[in-house]
């Protein structure tokens, strides 16, 4: 029997590679940025397995250009709005993703987020690098409280609860929102489950946890901000459209809430000119809240275990579209 082919539209951490290459024939894109959508065509036609991340669109041209032969999709990522999966599962190709592993990791990136919006790290580093520090002074770059503050989470899942699991070291009230109430996880974090509103008006911090979906495109936009407390701080780890970013600029701008602080972006990577760059109480990150050495590792075998699998005709240890095996 030949060597499977796969297409891998990215260098991965080297552990997933080797995983993969004990099975398969890899042809891995070698750039810096994803492949273009030509590029993407051309370079899975033929291939039996298909190893991708959030930047690739996986629509149903991709699916025909690799034709017949294609047996499995492997998403690096936990995330997989980038695959039109109801395509795949009408063709019977099982998607697999990478669930639970970059947990840890962006829990400690949204708290990293957070205590640098709070405490103003950023701006901070800024005033002392452009050689603006020339003494102690009492006024000088005043932050928010963390201890004892109020912490609304929207969407308690995986990482909502890991990070509700950190607030709780720092004696914060917790709130909650997601659509349905958790009355166990409720009494294990501490948390309160409340509406969306009135998370938005008694919360010190928001931080969002919650999937992207239709319903949840654009949740913080102009009516979510005029709720939130002046004083309050946003930080986004999930994905970026769940906010608008013009509505974000405007609230920033005149007072509606105090910073923000953002890991993901709409569209990514962010524009050069986006104006939101340009504001001092606004950080945004790269994208980088799993990006610890040990995490990033470990969705690259999950990534190349999917793989296998699907490629062997076995069911994958994480699917997607488990449907596609009745």
């Known amino acids: 029997m030949s060597t499977p082919k796969v297409f891998v539209t990215r260098r991965l951490p080297q552990e997933g590679i080797e995983r993969a290459r004990r099975e398969a024939d890899l042809d891995i894109w070698p750039d810096e940025l994803p492949p273009t959508q030509d590029s993407l065509l051309a370079r899975v036609r033929g291939t039996n397995g298909l190893v991708c991340l959030l930047t690739d669109t996986i629509d149903a041209t991709v699916m025909d250009a690799a034709g017949p032969t294609l047996r499995v999709i492997s998403q690096m990522a936990v995330g997989f709005d980038n695959i039109d999966v109801a395509a795949a599962t009408a063709r019977g190709i099982p998607i697999g993703n990478t669930p639970g592993v970059l947990t840890e990791a962006t829990a400690d990136f949204t708290w990293a987020l957070l205590l640098a919006a709070a405490r103003r790290l950023v701006e901070a580093d800024a005033y002392t690098r452009a050689g603006r520090w020339k003494t102690w002074g009492p006024m000088l770059l005043l932050g928010a409280d963390v201890g004892g503050a109020t912490l609304g989470i929207v969407g308690l899942g995986r990482i909502g609860q890991a990070v509700a699991k950190r607030a709780s070291g720092f004696g914060m009230r917790i709130l909650y929102f997601d659509r349905q109430r958790n009355e166990a996880l409720e009494k294990a974090l501490g948390a309160e489950y409340v509406s969306f509103e009135n998370l938005l008006a ?125």
């Open 202 to 326: 008694e919360s010190d911090f928001i931080t969002i946890h919650t999937t992207y979906s239709e319903s949840s495109h654009h949740l913080f936009g102009e009516e979510a901000f005029k709720r939130m407390k002046p004083t309050a701080l946003l930080i986004n780890t999930a994905r970026g459209p769940i906010v608008d970013g013009h509505a974000l600029y405007l609230a920033l701008t005149t007072g509606k809430i105090a910073g923000a602080a953002l890991d993901v972006t709409e569209p990514e990577p962010i524009e050069p000119a986006d104006p939101l760059l340009k504001l001092e109480n606004v950080i945004i990150a790269p994208h980088i809240a799993s990006a610890s050495r040990s995490s990033r590792g470990r969705m690259a075998v999950m990534a190349a275990e999917n793989l296998v699998a699907g490629l062997r005709g076995e069911k994958l240890p994480h699917c997607v579209n488990p449907e596609v095996y009745k």
